[in-house]
């Protein structure tokens, strides 16, 4: 229970305790009442049968109410009744209320000198018993008795009063304890009742009240790490903001995001990703002052505003401590991670005189760190909002590509070296700018996973590659290359199905691309639908082999069709001399003893051409046998031509191969 708590409990237990007090003083109140109530009956009744008996047994009452001395036989009675039953002592009162006659458990004593007594003279006026419960002084009275003062009626005519003195200590003691138990009982039951409820309610409000405290906690808090959020930075950078004019001072705005944070989920799932978010939490709360702030905007995304500084450089020192800081190693479930940091910094005034103002001007020092290759700090400039808007101008472009198939598809060729023939095209996307210029893949693709919507790309290009290859000549295959985001849904199969069933192309005449990361996440569930593509008839193609991680356990697990070597060998050739060509050669004998063709991109030489040739490569695709070009381009004469042999006169020798190549020219004037 925290201190917070403690008055809220005392004031409960106070409220409690005096509901209780007020209850048990009540029932005490009652139990008094009603015993002394029922005394009374008791009394009274006892005192007027003692009269009543009186009565009955002294003939001569009357005559000694009157002054007379008793008989000797109602002596006798007296006498007898003195010690008998629980009227201790007994007087007897004429008329008027003077007593006559006295009768106690020592002796039956007329009066001579008769004491005027009100209550008995009251008695006989009112023609009612007058009783008064008195606690015993004297010597020889019980400790608890009633003074019952009784009209003694003969005929319809009071004679005489008795003034019965009843013993009610034994019954007052029976009345209270069976009253206190009854009351005791009746207390712990609305006790009881009463206090569970009470109890109930307390707990609830207890309840209530910490519901409403973490409620307002997370109004301004992140759930997972405790830092303040978005709306709570506003609120702070406000306040920041607002006094920095009078105090002449800087606050620095630090934009951290986590490089490649997807792949801690992929490999140590969301638990991990969980861990290592919180853990990035701690050590920013831990190395930040008082007056600082640290901010959570979600997902992998933090925040940390640096006040009271007085220029640039504090605000690289800290950042460049941050970096330092959150790279140190991290254990979960003795499994180590390490990963790197982009950061973003805006310094206010000058990159923003508002919260959404530097945090824009962050966001986009961030985004620039990313586009440099993230694991590094960069300080807002104002050209960096030119990069903003093309990448906004560019995002547009994109989202409304997708809802209006504004996408365009150019087919590569791609040659059999050995029978010099056309064999098929590479499907490669495009995206026209504004101008009406082509935008590079590599400039839109990222940006398309980014946003989520490679799926909806990828099914379009597979649409339409299949119906646009449907119209080729038989033998004739295209290539469309696959994302691994196509992978993630688990539907690439039908995706696959779909395309080959709506355009009529039979599946042997289409190749699926793949990379090697792709077989990096979740291994087992993408080699189940790499299987299943392959029960399709189509072929599966290793693409980009030698630019990732080269497993070639890859290449054993899973029976590839066909292995395309990156463009980057044949970018080297020229320079880097045998030692390409050893790997290259090296490559195409491994797929040859595994029974997969081999392709190598980016050919634009005809000394390139010849030394596949030597190498006995299987298939060979490049700026050198022609350049992407739009399906309307593809015509019948070019596909016709494509596949003749041409022959044209033979190159010179390349220097370092002694195999060389006949050179060929498609129809349309290509270099091949």
Request: charged letters at 20%; hydrophobic letters at 45%.
């Amino acid at each position: 229970m925290t201190i917070r708590n403690i008055p809220t409990l005392w004031r409960f237990l106070g409220m409690l305790g005096l509901i209780l007090g007020l209850l048990l003083g009540g029932t005490w109140l009652t139990v008094k009442t009603t015993s002394d109530y029922l005394l009374y009956q008791s009394a009274t009744d006892r005192a007027q049968n003692w009269a009543n008996f009186l009565a009955e047994n002294v003939r001569d009452l009357e005559q000694i109410a009157a002054g007379e001395k008793p008989s000797a036989a109602s002596l006798a009675f007296f006498d007898s009744t003195r010690k008998a039953g629980e009227v201790f002592r007994y007087i007897i009162f004429n008329g008027y209320g003077y007593s006559v006659l006295l009768s106690d458990h020592e002796k039956v004593t007329p009066v001579e000198l008769s004491d005027f007594n009100p209550d008995a003279a009251r008695s006989i006026t009112e023609n009612r018993p007058i009783v008064d419960a008195k606690d015993g002084r004297a010597r020889g009275e019980p400790n608890y008795f009633s003074e019952a003062f009784v009209p003694v009626m003969v005929g319809e005519r009071a004679v005489a009063i008795v003034a019965a003195y009843v013993d009610q200590t034994g019954e007052r003691n029976r009345f209270y304890r069976t009253f206190l138990v009854a009351a005791a009982t009746l207390c712990l039951l609305t006790g009881l009742s009463f206090g569970f409820p009470a109890i109930a309610w307390y707990w609830r409000t207890k309840e209530k009240q910490q519901a409403d405290r973490r409620i307002r906690f997370l109004a301004h808090h992140d759930v997972l790490t405790g830092l303040a959020n978005r709306a709570r930075l506003i609120e702070r950078l406000e306040s920041a903001l607002a006094v920095l004019p009078s105090t002449g001072g800087i606050i620095a705005l630090h934009f951290i995001d986590i490089d490649h944070f997807k792949e801690v989920n992929d490999t140590l799932g969301h638990d991990g990703g969980d861990f290592l978010l919180s853990s990035i939490g701690q050590r920013l709360n831990a190395m930040t002052r008082i007056e600082d702030m640290v901010a959570r905007l979600g997902g992998d995304e933090f925040i940390v505003v640096q006040t009271q500084i007085t220029g640039k450089e504090q605000a690289e020192a800290f950042a460049q401590r941050i970096s330092t800081i959150l790279s140190a190693p991290m254990y979960y479930k003795e499994q180590e991670i390490c990963t790197s940091f982009t950061i973003g910094v805006a310094l206010g005034l000058a990159d923003g005189i508002t919260p959404e103002r530097l945090l824009k001007s962050a966001d986009l020092a961030l985004y620039s760190g990313k586009a440099a290759g993230r694991n590094c700090i960069r300080f807002f400039a104002p050209e960096m909002d030119e990069a903003v808007q093309a990448r906004i101008a560019l995002e547009k472009a994109i989202r409304a590509a997708i809802a209006d198939d504004g996408f365009i598809l150019h087919y590569q060729p791609i040659f059999e070296l050995g029978s010099k023939k056309l064999i098929g095209f590479e499907a490669l996307v495009r995206l026209l700018g504004d101008d009406g210029t082509l935008i590079p893949p590599d400039h839109f693709i990222p940006m398309i996973e980014e946003l989520r919507l490679m799926d909806k790309l990828g099914a379009w290009v597979l649409r339409e590659a299949c119906r646009t290859a449907a119209t080729w000549p038989e033998n004739l295959t295209v290539a469309v290359n696959l994302s691994a985001t196509q992978f993630e849904s688990g539907k690439i199969t039908e995706t696959v199905a779909e395309a080959l069933r709506t355009s009529g192309l039979p599946a042997n005449r289409l190749e699926l691309e793949i990379t090697e990361t792709l077989l990096l996440n979740n291994n087992e569930r993408t080699m189940a639908q790499l299987k299943e593509l392959k029960a399709t008839g189509s072929a599966i193609v290793m693409d980009d082999f030698g630019t990732g991680y080269s497993s070639l356990r890859y290449l054993w697990k899973f029976p590839f069709d066909k292995l395309k070597i990156d463009r980057s060998f044949m970018q080297g050739f020229d320079n880097s001399g045998s030692d390409v060509e050893t790997v290259v050669k090296t490559i195409i004998a491994l797929g040859r003893q595994l029974h997969m063709r081999v392709t190598i991109e980016g050919v634009e030489t005809a000394t390139q051409l010849n030394f596949l040739a030597g190498a006995d490569a299987d298939q060979v695709q490049g700026f050198f046998f022609g350049r992407p070009v739009p399906a309307s381009e593809i015509s019948a004469n070019i596909l016709s031509g494509f596949n003749r042999t041409l022959r044209l006169p033979q190159p010179a020798k390349s220097p370092r191969s002694r195999n060389v190549v006949p050179g060929l020219r498609g129809a349309a004037g290509t270099s091949l």
